[in-house]
């Protein structure tokens, strides 16, 4: 899909949104439905001003956002490490799969009843919660990657006389910094959904918990204040994560990604 | 590496693996005691229990019905939708950046507005889950239809064929491999809202299920919710891979 101009380009972009507001609002201002369940965008933009006023929104972003890469990066480097060693061998890597299987359909936010239960209700199980996520997502893809590496690559690197940590560093490392930046996007997707899911389920703050509050109160403009907060958090992280592969990826070659 | 190894050595080797982890689970349970973590037998024999009596397979039932008509439905939508979008790229081109912008939004944040729109039915599990599924098979079609031979299409156009045989004789079949790939990796992604909605907005299912345990204390039922979700999954993965390797077939489909 290539455009000529940029700003064609961002006009396109922009246009399903306008049209989008434009049916809201004469929607609401028709009075085709009722303001209780669609408020018009004047009265959620009044309590977008006011929740930023009295500094919840900021507040609920920061914890949000605190726990989300607290236990992204944390689940992140678990991966890392044990999709190494696993990836290395191989014995191991086949006698634990029949158990990862059927843990691709269950739901991070299952475990959050055993957490709760072992840990209580406060940050740590938060943390434990979003760090099993971001392994979840991340660890399958990094041993995959470990293991599907070229063999011949690592037999010429022996024959050349490299060992242990050498090998390592020099083969190991830079062989899988694709799948680590695959298998980070993708740990954080799943931390993302599983944050904001915890958030409406069980949580005292956070932007899920805009959402719940609105929800528990019937205030629908809320809702949709944390419902459009969320999105758009969520595609701030995904426009950080396409630079950062298009910056970090351009030297092992990530086009694809 | 290793694809020279007889098959029965590596089923061997897995079914070692899960036999030292449920010892090491067992042994777990014995030393925390079984109210902090039940061990594999009480689980295993909870579920034995559970599996004959009614409220269990009601229970289980309405999770599945859910989450499959939820993946049957989104990945037939997806699959229509993601056809428009390749082959009028104009169209593609307007709907893609919304499509994106709904794709990063986790689907269970939706659930509130739903509900005070549409109630508490089942209507709207399906809703959610199938939007979140219909999303991710629209994009991956839409990216093959690109990719289908240009030079088919002419032939196809140049003995005469009108748009609608064109859609049904041409590019249905061309992208049907990438399709079933697609919806069955999209099994996994069905599963990922259930117990978030079920926990939201839902009386029963597996995901209620497991969210009260938390209440009532009762680990063990936790843990049977999570294993039962385990298994709904892998029965459902089979099946479905079964039912595409006999139907994809005509369509030269491996794996």
């Given at each position: 899909?290539?455009?000529?101009?940029?700003?064609?380009?961002?006009?396109?972009?922009?246009?399903?949104?306008?049209?989008?507001?434009?049916?809201?609002?004469?929607?609401?201002?028709?009075?085709?439905?009722?303001?209780?369940?669609?408020?018009?965008?004047?009265?959620?933009?009044?309590?977008?001003?006011?929740?930023?006023?009295?500094?919840?929104?900021?507040?609920?972003?920061?914890?949000?956002?605190?726990?989300?890469?607290?236990?992204?990066?944390?689940?992140?480097?678990?991966?890392?490490?044990?999709?190494?060693?696993?990836?290395?061998?191989?014995?191991?890597?086949?006698?634990?799969?029949?158990?990862?299987?059927?843990?691709?359909?269950?739901?991070?936010?299952?475990?959050?009843?055993?957490?709760?239960?072992?840990?209580?209700?406060?940050?740590?199980?938060?943390?434990?919660?979003?760090?099993?996520?971001?392994?979840?997502?991340?660890?399958?893809?990094?041993?995959?990657?470990?293991?599907?590496?070229?063999?011949?690559?690592?037999?010429?690197?022996?024959?050349?006389?490299?060992?242990?940590?050498?090998?390592?560093?020099?083969?190991?490392?830079?062989?899988?910094?694709?799948?680590?930046?695959?298998?980070?996007?993708?740990?954080?997707?799943?931390?993302?959904?599983?944050?904001?899911?915890?958030?409406?389920?069980?949580?005292?703050?956070?932007?899920?918990?805009?959402?719940?509050?609105?929800?528990?109160?019937?205030?629908?403009?809320?809702?949709?204040?944390?419902?459009?907060?969320?999105?758009?958090?969520?595609?701030?992280?995904?426009?950080?994560?396409?630079?950062?592969?298009?910056?970090?990826?351009?030297?092992?070659?990530?086009?694809?990604? | 590496?290793?694809?020279?190894?007889?098959?029965?050595?590596?089923?061997?080797?897995?079914?070692?693996?899960?036999?030292?982890?449920?010892?090491?689970?067992?042994?777990?349970?014995?030393?925390?005691?079984?109210?902090?973590?039940?061990?594999?037998?009480?689980?295993?024999?909870?579920?034995?229990?559970?599996?004959?009596?009614?409220?269990?397979?009601?229970?289980?039932?309405?999770?599945?019905?859910?989450?499959?008509?939820g993946?049957?439905?989104g990945?037939?939508?997806?699959?229509?939708?993601?056809?428009?979008?390749?082959?009028?790229?104009?169209?593609?081109?307007?709907?893609?950046?919304?499509?994106?912008?709904f794709r990063?939004?986790p689907a269970?944040?939706?659930?509130?507005?739903?509900?005070?729109?549409?109630?508490?039915?089942?209507?709207?599990?399906?809703?959610i889950i199938g939007y979140g599924v219909a999303l991710v098979?629209?994009?991956?079609?839409?990216?093959?239809?690109?990719?289908?031979?240009?030079?088919?299409?002419?032939?196809?156009?140049?003995?005469?064929?009108?748009?609608?045989?064109?859609?049904?004789?041409?590019?249905?079949?061309?992208?049907?491999?990438?399709?079933?790939?697609?919806?069955?990796?999209s099994?996994?992604f069905a599963?990922m809202s259930?117990?978030?909605?079920?926990?939201?907005?839902?009386?029963?299912?597996?995901?209620?299920?497991?969210?009260?345990?938390?209440?009532?204390?009762?680990?063990?039922?936790?843990?049977?919710?999570?294993?039962?979700?385990?298994?709904?999954?892998?029965?459902?993965?089979?099946?479905?891979?079964?039912?595409?390797?006999?139907?994809?077939?005509?369509?030269?489909?491996?794996?």
């Amino acid at each position: 899909m290539k455009l000529q101009s940029k700003g064609m380009q961002a006009l396109l972009i922009l246009l399903p949104f306008a049209v989008a507001l434009a049916l809201w609002a004469s929607m609401s201002a028709m009075e085709v439905v009722p303001s209780l369940f669609l408020p018009p965008p004047a009265q959620v933009w009044d309590a977008f001003v006011q929740m930023l006023q009295n500094g919840l929104i900021f507040e609920s972003l920061g914890v949000s956002l605190l726990r989300l890469c607290a236990g992204w990066l944390l689940g992140l480097l678990l991966a890392t490490c044990i999709g190494w060693a696993l990836g290395m061998i191989g014995w191991l890597r086949r006698g634990i799969q029949p158990l990862l299987f059927p843990l691709r359909f269950v739901e991070p936010v299952a475990w959050l009843s055993m957490i709760i239960l072992w840990f209580g209700t406060g940050e740590m199980s938060k943390l434990i919660l979003l760090t099993y996520a971001s392994f979840f997502g991340s660890f399958l893809y990094i041993m995959t990657g470990v293991a599907s590496i070229d063999e011949v690559k690592i037999r010429a690197a022996r024959a050349m006389g490299a060992s242990g940590f050498r090998l390592f560093r020099t083969i190991i490392v830079p062989s899988t910094v694709p799948s680590i930046l695959a298998g980070a996007r993708i740990g954080m997707s799943y931390s993302f959904l599983t944050i904001v899911t915890a958030e409406m389920m069980d949580a005292t703050s956070g932007v899920g918990y805009i959402i719940k509050y609105g929800s528990v109160y019937m205030r629908m403009d809320q809702i949709f204040v944390g419902t459009i907060l969320v999105g758009l958090l969520g595609i701030a992280i995904d426009y950080t994560f396409r630079q950062a592969i298009k910056r970090i990826g351009r030297r092992y070659f990530l086009d694809q990604l | 590496m290793t694809s020279r190894r007889p098959l029965s050595w590596r089923w061997l080797i897995g079914l070692l693996g899960t036999l030292c982890f449920l010892l090491l689970w067992q042994i777990a349970a014995w030393l925390s005691g079984p109210s902090f973590l039940p061990g594999p037998i009480r689980v295993l024999l909870l579920f034995f229990e559970q599996i004959q009596t009614r409220e269990y397979l009601v229970t289980v039932g309405a999770s599945y019905q859910r989450v499959m008509l939820g993946w049957g439905l989104g990945s037939l939508f997806g699959l229509v939708l993601g056809i428009v979008m390749g082959r009028y790229r104009w169209f593609g081109t307007i709907i893609y950046s919304p499509m994106q912008f709904f794709r990063v939004i986790p689907a269970v944040a939706l659930v509130p507005i739903l509900v005070i729109w549409l109630g508490v039915g089942e209507t709207i599990k399906i809703l959610i889950i199938g939007y979140g599924v219909a999303l991710v098979v629209a994009i991956n079609i839409a990216e093959a239809v690109q990719r289908v031979a240009p030079a088919r299409l002419q032939a196809a156009r140049s003995m005469g064929a009108g748009p609608l045989r064109i859609f049904w004789g041409v590019l249905i079949p061309s992208v049907i491999p990438e399709a079933l790939k697609g919806m069955r990796g999209s099994l996994a992604f069905a599963f990922m809202s259930i117990v978030g909605i079920e926990t939201l907005a839902a009386q029963e299912g597996v995901g209620q299920m497991i969210w009260s345990a938390r209440v009532l204390h009762q680990t063990d039922v936790a843990l049977l919710g999570v294993l039962t979700l385990g298994l709904m999954g892998v029965l459902a993965d089979t099946v479905v891979r079964l039912a595409f390797r006999i139907f994809g077939y005509r369509f030269m489909l491996r794996g």
